[in-house]
T-cell receptor, first 113, second 118 residues
Framework: DQQVKQNSPSLSVQEGRISILNCDYT??????FLWYKKYPAEGPTFLIS?????DKNEDGRFTVFLNKSAKHLSLHIVPSQPGDSAVYFC????????????FGEGTQLTVNP | DAGVIQSPRHEVTEMGQEVTLRCKPI?????LFWYRQTMMRGLELLIY????????DSGMPEDRFSAKMPNASFSTLKIQPSEPRDSAVYFC????????????????FGNGTRLTVT
């Protein structure tokens, strides 16, 4: 049972435009959400997170939005840069998961110059 | 800080052979995690340790998989016998906290071992 789903395996955008990566979850007990970024031949690295008490968290060009009623979160990258091309993983945590991180399948973002 | 170190980077083996993946966590991190990445399921947690003790191995797919952490600086993931469906990228990660969700204590991943079983 995939509790965290990223339905888009890939996304392609032009440099300078906005990239929007989406993530849906099914476990209503999840209370913390994170995004990890992964370059080829490297491990994932932490990018940004949001607690369920917030609906938005911003860090430079990266903003994560959380819609608890829809069980949906999204990562916005503005403006997108070629160096942002990577696989992005959504992850969630909560008391019923033993506070372990549950990851989605990942979305490959390609930013074209 | 060298980060989490995994070896080998690539492993190609034949079905039925034993495979051993190795991991050295970041010094001082109390938690060590083994993940497997596949296209269909993304990053799956296989097992995690706290202070060298296995806490939850419910993600280990079968008895063919086993993991050990004999000391704070070394862990192994063993597959015996290996099967083609075990082909994936295996990641080791460590953190100061269980979830690694604190900004000051995120999960730190190694660069992974790409396993191919033919």
């Amino acid at each position: 049972d995939q509790q965290v789903k990223q339905n888009s395996p890939s996304l392609s955008v032009q440099e300078g435009r906005i990239s929007i990566l989406n993530c849906d979850y099914t476990n209503s007990m999840f209370d913390y959400f994170l995004w990890y970024k992964k370059y080829p031949a490297e491990g994932p690295t932490f990018l940004i997170s949001i607690s369920s008490i917030k609906d938005k968290n911003e860090d430079g060009r990266f903003t994560v939005f959380l819609n608890k009623s829809a069980k949906h979160l999204s990562l916005h990258i503005v403006p997108s840069q070629p160096g942002d091309s990577a696989v992005y993983f959504c992850a969630a945590s909560g008391p019923t998961s033993g506070s372990r991180l549950t990851f989605g399948e990942g979305t490959q973002l390609t930013v074209n110059p | 800080d060298a980060g989490v170190i995994q070896s080998p980077r690539h492993e190609v083996t034949e079905m039925g052979q034993e495979v051993t993946l190795r991991c050295k966590p970041i010094s001082g991190h109390d938690y060590l995690f083994w993940y497997r990445q596949t296209m269909m399921r993304g990053l799956e947690l296989l097992i995690y340790f706290n202070n060298n003790v296995p806490i939850d191995d419910s993600g280990m797919p079968e008895d063919r998989f086993s993991a050990k952490m004999p000391n704070a600086s070394f862990s192994t993931l063993k597959i015996q016998p290996s099967e083609p469906r075990d082909s994936a990228v295996y990641f080791c990660a460590s953190s100061l906290s269980l979830t690694g969700i604190s900004y000051n204590s995120p999960l730190h991943f190694g660069n992974g071992t790409r396993l191919t079983v033919t």
